[in-house]
């Protein structure tokens, strides 16, 4: 159990007007959580403090090498009021998972939740309430020693922001337009695809840029040393339904462990659907939908829960998915995840952290 020290700010921001649509990641709550970390000492000296500027050396190891790490949730308004988090404690877990691979010092997934639960309490207002909409919950870790030789950081500050954000699709859920990359590669098996670090999102940047150039929101991206499986699309976990059955790559390494993913498989074998985690090839896709077995393809994540793909492009193909609206499995999972977050749905596995 973490002693919190709290210091409450005394200029609170406005809130933000409830009918403005919500930028995602613009707009930051009054407080924040931070959290030190020196060899010899360990983790010390929690506090809840006004949100402000973090001062930094230039040296500090961040800057040049590129150790840090961050996780993503969300706190959601449930209808009676309740404040809820979707399975924290898997963030937590993955947290160390993360850091195992960055050399960064582990943290117990009981203060990580317990960080996450106060900062949530004190900035509870700050949670909108409209439909879809929530607070972003962005916990991260940076390393911090002014040094330039390349080594282990033997200090850390863990820091956690909140942000409000509005409804993904305010519209409903809208298909994407997917571009699957066969020249840039974001991670190989043993590199750092499989932690949650800044340097696989700038790994991503220059195809995301192609990709927009060419009219397409996001990248598909293909295993790194035959670009012939499929792996992920840049902050999502991939799923296919071909004849029934439901498919998304394993993970091999290279691939992001999304906590919706394993959600959604949990959900779908529930259902008695057949799941798959395995290599899949752009060349099954290209089979499945010429041959008309191409039933729904979606992305998972947080920030979107479930995102409808509506057209797949490979090289000189295009892999139309159906008539590009969406599919009734991407509707009842995105009905089924974000029920059980708004507390709609009982929560029968255990996978909702109220906080009070
Ligand atoms: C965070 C993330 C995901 C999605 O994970 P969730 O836990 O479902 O939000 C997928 N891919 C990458 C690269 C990510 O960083």
Known sequence: ??????????????????????????????????????????????????????????????????????????AYRADDGRILLFRPDMNAKRTNHTNERLCIPKIPEEDFVQAVKELVKIDAAWIPNRKETSLYIRPFIIATDPFLGVRPSDTYLFMIILSPVGAYYPEGLNPVKIWIEDDYVRAVRGGIGEAKTGGNYVASMAAQLKAHEEGYSQVLWLDGVERKYIEEVGAMNIFFKIRGTVLTPMLNGSILP???????????????????????????????????????????????????????????????IQDGGIGELSQKLYDTVTGIQLGRIPDIRGWITEVK
């Not at 005394?10 to 930051?28: A, D, M, Q, R, V």
């Not at 659907?273 to 729904?296: F, Q, T, W």
């Open 258 to 320: 999304g906590i919706t993913r394993n959600s959604v498989i949990a959900l779908c074998k529930e259902w008695g659907l057949p799941v798959e985690e395995r290599r899949i090839s752009v060349e099954e896709l290209y089979e499945a939908s010429k041959n008309g077995d191409m039933e729904e393809v979606f992305g998972t994540g947080t920030a979107a829960v479930i995102s409808p793909v509506g057209h797949l492009r490979f090289q000189d193909h295009v892999i139309q």
């Open 1 to 74: 159990m973490l002693a919190i020290r709290v210091e409450k700010t005394i200029n609170p921001k406005p809130l933000p007007e409830p009918e403005n649509p919500l930028k995602f990641g613009t707009i930051f709550t009054d407080h924040m959580f931070i959290m030190n970390y020196e060899t010899g000492k360990g983790w010390h000296d929690p506090r809840i403090v006004p949100y402000q500027p973090v001062v930094l050396e230039p040296s500090a190891m961040v800057f040049h090498y590129g150790q840090e790490m961050f996780e993503g949730l969300k």
